[in-house]
């Protein structure tokens, strides 16, 4: 049964990489060869793509809030002992909170060795401002003041995911605390949390099709002339993520676990591919949590806390190209940015993606926050937005990354790590 099972995720694995691949063949093929007209644009790409995909995103949106608010409660419930959970709260928090603070400082210091936004058409960034001017951006204030929930209720019907983390964790401690006195709440949870694990299997067994007409659709639209203008901007970008996630992570992981970098990659790579693929946080939980449990023997009392709680506050991605980019407005609107105004933006990008939700390019909206920190025009946002797609894929797969080393260091800190499983993982 074991190798069966086995056997069926590694073909679903391997299934969504070549869709991967595929997609971006088919997306380029329409970009270049297939005439414009209606038959492309409004069938195929517009039509069966956009419908196909869009469906795809909706079908994971639809699970991401019941999955999360019973992953926590389950979590929290699973460790039981407040302190402990208190302990594991704490350390997840602050390994988050310095993983962040530590990308931005990365991505400012990228943008201004590259210098992304020197020389630059300012015509061209006019032209897209409309668009920005329908993004909302949130308060300092209001972002603190969100994550207490008011009415916990349209919390979950609204999916304001701080508020929903929050209102899951003080309910699993006090079932934890109770224990039999609640038993009959404590076997619904579980059993609900198990039929949304189950749910999420399901939709993913569609991921190979919505990831071919996303990326598909992706490409058609774009193809490669948008990223020729906007080339050391996505240079810069991708080149934090890369130091992030390579350098930063994995030497956090050898430093506190004293696991081979190299190998921990291998085999959460199937995971980081589904990110990249779906651009959505949310939508890996259920993956990230068997992974660590199958591959690096990761205990799923630690992960069903950590992972959750990551894919809404650890944006390290985010962070990173909210960095970037402000350096690359800065450069393109001929402003200059003190010591100060860098403090400002690493608090505020920290703050903003701890507010981000782990869906598909809403990085975009917390950007004009960060921007109105330190005084820049937020249609710079405007050109962004053109390639935006297939950055935030990257930096999805670099957020899950840092949410599963985070989870890994966590366990092997409470001793809920089988070490044995890691080293004989395939």
Request: net charge neutral; charged share 10%; with cysteine.
């Amino acid at each position: 049964m074991g190798k069966t099972e086995k056997a069926k995720k590694i073909g679903l694995t391997t299934k969504i990489f070549i869709a991967l691949i595929a997609g971006a063949i088919f997306g380029i093929i329409l970009c270049y060869l297939v005439p414009s007209g209606h038959v492309r644009d409004d069938i195929i790409v517009e039509g069966i793509l956009y419908v196909i995909g869009q469906g795809f995103i909706r079908l994971m949106k639809m699970l991401v809030v019941p999955l999360v608010f019973c992953s926590l409660v389950c979590g929290s419930m699973a460790i039981g002992d407040t302190k402990k959970l208190g302990t594991v709260g704490v350390r997840t928090l602050i390994f988050y909170l310095f993983t962040t603070a530590l990308a931005i400082t990365v991505a400012l210091t990228v943008g201004n060795i590259i210098d992304p936004g020197i020389g630059l058409d300012m015509s061209a960034i006019k032209t897209n401002a409309a668009d920005v001017a329908q993004m909302e951006a949130t308060s300092l204030t209001d972002t603190l003041l969100n994550i207490i929930p008011d009415n916990p209720v349209n919390s979950l019907a609204s999916g304001s995911m701080l508020q929903i983390i929050v209102f899951a964790l003080i309910i699993g401690v006090i079932l934890a605390k109770l224990g039999d006195r609640a038993e009959t709440v404590s076997n619904f949870f579980g059993q609900f949390n198990d039929i949304m694990m189950e749910m999420t299997m399901m939709v993913m067994s569609l991921a190979p099709v919505g990831v071919f007409c996303l990326i598909s659709r992706t490409f058609a639209n774009i193809g490669f002339s948008a990223f020729l203008p906007l080339g050391k901007y996505m240079i810069g970008v991708l080149l934090a993520l890369a130091i992030q996630c390579l350098v930063v992570y994995l030497g956090l992981l050898k430093v506190f676990t004293g696991l081979n970098p190299i190998k921990f990659i291998k085999n959460f790579f199937p995971v980081m591919a589904f990110a990249f693929s779906t651009a959505t946080s949310n939508a890996t939980i259920p993956l990230s949590i068997d992974t660590l449990a199958k591959k690096m023997g990761v205990s799923k009392k630690i992960s069903s806390f950590t992972i959750p709680l990551g894919a809404t506050i650890n944006m390290d991605g985010t962070a990173i190209m909210q960095g970037v980019a402000v350096v690359f407005a800065a450069q393109a609107f001929g402003i200059h940015l003190t010591m100060t105004d860098y403090i400002t933006v690493i608090g505020t990008a920290t703050l903003a993606s701890i507010g981000t939700a782990g869906v598909p390019s809403v990085g975009l909206v917390t950007l004009t926050m960060v921007f109105n920190s330190v005084g820049l025009p937020v249609e710079a946002i405007g050109l962004i937005m053109g390639i935006d797609r297939i950055l935030d894929m990257t930096r999805t797969a670099v957020n899950i990354t840092g949410d599963a080393v985070c989870t890994t260091i966590v366990a092997h800190q409470n001793k809920a790590i089988d070490r044995s499983i890691f080293e004989n993982a395939q």
